[in-house]
């Protein structure tokens, strides 16, 4: 792990081959602490999943560059339009002339087509960009943990599934790579705070994540997770249906 900026413990560690997690603790003003993660994938089209909040962006640019020269990303994916998710994303797309927003079709029509400062490349559910050695396929999970436009991404020469809000852990310090329980940390904190959408739809989604077999989920607040993933999505799927 290399931690790229000392005063706010911004930290960059390779979670699988080629993709790597950008982490800033922050700590909240009740003395609790929380996480904002953000995935960089290296290849001939490199990829950076979440922005980071607008005002994160000076630090996650650092991490970045502590990577590879920010000017040459090509895609700014995310999830779902919130400030942690895209909120820097105008930002990215002046400091890499070449990059453009990826997103769903929905963000892209309600959202992005408007907010961003280029136009952006949308995905439906099941397309595959390829970016060189990896790949990655957009899968439509509507409100699942929440916004209509919300998706996620899965690496497919890694089994990596980039997903976002899922698995939602509380707390600032976290390993980059955990194999150990990250569902009862997220299920404790969704019971307080209850960011899932009810949706009900929510068993028919999970399966469809679920049955890609991911070897890792790539959280967006806490550990990133290895393990059999397919069988972790359909624990939480479970759960969400008590
Ligand atoms: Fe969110
Ligand atoms: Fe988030």
């Not at 028919?204 to 069988?231: F, N, Y």
Request: charged letters at 20%.
């Amino acid at each position: 792990m290399t931690v790229t900026n000392a005063s706010t413990g911004t930290n960059v560690h390779e979670i699988a081959d080629g993709i790597y997690r950008i982490n800033t603790p922050v700590a909240l003003p009740d003395g609790g602490g929380f996480s904002f993660n953000q995935y960089l994938v290296i290849d001939d089209e490199p990829l950076l999943f979440h922005t980071g909040p607008r005002r994160m962006f000076p630090l996650v640019h650092e991490a970045v560059a502590s990577v590879l020269p920010v000017a040459r990303l090509r895609h700014v994916a995310f999830s779902h339009v919130e400030s942690d998710e895209c909120g820097s994303l105008n930002e990215w797309l002046a400091a890499a002339p070449r990059a453009a927003p990826l997103c769903g079709q929905v963000a892209a029509m309600v959202s992005i087509g408007d907010l961003a400062d280029r136009p952006p490349r949308a995905l439906a559910d099941g397309e595959v960009i390829p970016l060189g050695r990896h790949s990655l396929r957009w899968f439509d999970t509507p409100h699942l943990p929440h916004a209509w436009e919300c998706g996620f991404l899965l690496e497919e020469r890694t089994a990596t599934l980039l997903c976002g809000d899922l698995f939602t852990q509380p707390g600032a310090e976290h390993a980059p790579l955990t194999e150990g329980d990250i569902l009862g940390p997220s299920e404790a904190f969704r019971r307080q705070l209850d960011y899932f959408s009810h949706t009900k739809h929510v068993r028919t989604m999970i399966e469809k994540l679920a049955a890609t077999q991911p070897r890792v989920l790539a959280c967006m607040h806490g550990s990133a997770w290895q393990g059999d993933g397919g069988r972790l999505l359909r624990a939480l799927g479970e759960s969400l249906a008590a």
